[in-house]
């Protein structure tokens, strides 16, 4: 069972534009959502995360947009460039058994053209 | 610091081999987990150690296995492979079990091709 759906799975946006990627989870337990980039060839690397306490954080480009009771938090890449080319992942983590478990969306390809 | 590594970065096995994965973490790093990533699945969990002994584990056969030594270097071990098994094999360390506030530092991966 996917507990974390994200959407679109690919994304092509032209250079400046606006990206956005959303994720939806199911489970209320989630208290940590951390986005991850990945580049071909490469692992994923942490991007930015948000606390269910936060609406919204922002980190230069990048911005988390978060909606509780909607069980919903989405990414916005503002003045996309064709470096951020990549693969973006979401992701959500919860403490069950005393560990923490992190559920990873599915991914979106994003393609930023000239 | 060097990162996380992976070793091998390739490999080509055909069913019914065995196959070990080999992962060094950062330096200090206490905590390896481990992932498998398909196009069609994403990034399932699979396990994850710390101070030598598995803390947490995914929903997968155990045909997957792993252990981790003294010095937080941690192998996984996949035996009778299938068809199905090829996949990108992600190692992450972090300095304390996954999750929270401590960010998990990815590895390039294995490439790991079952003909």
């Known amino acids: 069972q996917q507990q974390v759906k994200q959407s679109p799975q690919s994304l092509i946006v032209q250079k400046g534009g606006i990206s956005i990627i959303n994720c939806a989870y199911e489970n209320t337990a989630f208290d940590y959502f951390p986005w991850y980039q990945q580049f071909p060839g490469k692992g994923p690397a942490l991007l930015i995360a948000i606390r269910p306490d936060v609406s919204e954080k922002k980190e230069g480009r990048f911005t988390i947009s978060f909606n509780k009771s909607a069980k919903q938090f989405s990414l916005h890449i503002m003045d996309s460039q064709p470096g951020d080319s990549a693969t973006y992942f979401c992701a959500a983590s919860l403490i069950s058994g005393g560990y923490q478990k992190v559920t990873f969306g599915i991914g979106t390809k994003l393609q930023v053209i000239p | 610091k060097a990162g996380v590594t992976q070793t091998p970065r390739y490999l080509i096995k055909t069913r019914g081999q065995q196959v070990t994965l080999s992962c060094s973490p950062i330096s200090g790093h206490r905590s390896v987990s481990w992932y498998q990533q398909t196009p069609g699945q994403g990034l399932q969990f699979l396990f994850e150690?710390?101070?030598?002994?598995?803390?947490n584990k995914g929903n997968f056969p155990g045909r997957f296995s792993g252990r981790q030594f003294s010095n937080s270097r941690s192998e996984m071990n996949v035996s009778t492979l299938e068809l199905g098994d090829s996949a990108l094999y992600l190692c992450?360390?972090?300095?304390?079990?996954?999750?929270?506030?401590?960010?998990?530092?990815f590895g390039p991966g294995t490439r790991l091709t079952v003909l």
């Open positions: 992450a360390s972090s300095p304390t079990l996954a999750g929270g506030t401590d960010t998990q530092y």
């Open positions: 150690y710390f101070s030598e002994t598995q803390r």
